[in-house]
């Protein structure tokens, strides 16, 4: 079955960067985009972008354009995340999810990692 | 873009039915059939209850339904079970190959 698992648990300081990995497996990797989302303590989900695994592609939101960076290794059937500049307000739990169907324009998120806990802290 | 428009809260007896809103622009929710709703528990990832609109993914009760009507999507769950206590998001297409989040709504079986 779809299994999307994360890095642990992360504690940096303020203007470190940070860089969470999603394992893939139980599907062909390269074919399905990865979505990141992110979560506050006690707040909602916000979508951070995509990268479409197949050619690379990325999409940021407008909110994290100019710090976040998404990477993946094929081979290694590996999402990654990379935050830089951090700041208390990007404590939260991260998420990888699979979009959930390649053939339509429907950005749906199947499948979710189990999340990743960053606390920025000095 | 501004994250759509949820009740922070909405609550029923078992048995009973609920809807939850979710109310965008015609840049999002009015503009597409891509609205999609998750539950999430405590401490846990969130989960696809709906997508397209009105899909329920298999292993989804039947007791769950999804609509839409201009701007505003809804999330109805129907035959309500203490389990189905949870936070449930939207999110919906908003062009540009980009994504929002509703704000979330804590159901609340009583």
């Known amino acids: 079955q779809v299994q999307l698992v994360q890095s642990g648990a992360e504690v940096k300081k303020p203007g470190a960067s940070v860089k969470v990995s999603c394992k893939a497996s139980?599907?062909?990797?390269?074919?399905?985009?990865i979505h990141w989302v992110r979560q506050a303590p006690g707040q909602g989900l916000e979508w951070m972008g995509w990268?479409?695994?197949?050619?690379?592609?990325?999409k940021y939101s407008q909110k994290f354009l100019d710090r976040v960076t998404f990477i993946r290794d094929t081979s290694a059937t590996t999402a990654y995340m990379e935050l830089s500049s951090l700041t208390s307000e990007d404590t939260a739990v991260y998420y990888c999810?699979?979009?959930?169907?390649?053939?339509?324009?429907?950005?749906?998120?199947?499948?979710w990692g189990q999340g990743t806990l960053v606390t920025v802290s000095s | 873009q501004s994250a759509l428009t949820q009740p922070p809260s909405a609550s029923g007896s078992p048995g009973q039915s609920v809807t939850i809103s979710c109310t965008g622009t015609?840049?999002?929710?009015?503009?597409?059939?891509?609205v999609s709703w998750y539950q999430q528990h405590p401490g846990k990832a969130p989960k696809l209850m709906i997508y397209?609109?009105?899909k329920r993914p298999s292993g989804v009760p039947d007791r769950f339904s999804g609509s839409k009507s201009g701007n505003t999507a809804s999330l109805t769950v129907s035959g309500l079970q203490a389990e189905d206590e949870a936070d449930y998001y939207c999110?919906?297409?908003?062009?540009?190959?980009?994504?929002?989040f509703g704000g979330g709504t804590k159901l609340t079986v009583l």
């Open positions: 999810a699979r979009e959930g169907d390649i053939q339509a324009a429907d950005p749906y998120f199947d499948s």
């Open positions: 139980g599907y062909t990797f390269r074919s399905y985009p």
């Open positions: 990268i479409r695994n197949g050619n690379d592609n990325t």
């Open positions: 015609s840049s999002d929710v009015g503009g597409y059939n891509y």
């Open positions: 397209g609109v009105t």
């Open positions: 999110s919906s297409y908003a062009g540009s190959n980009s994504v929002v």
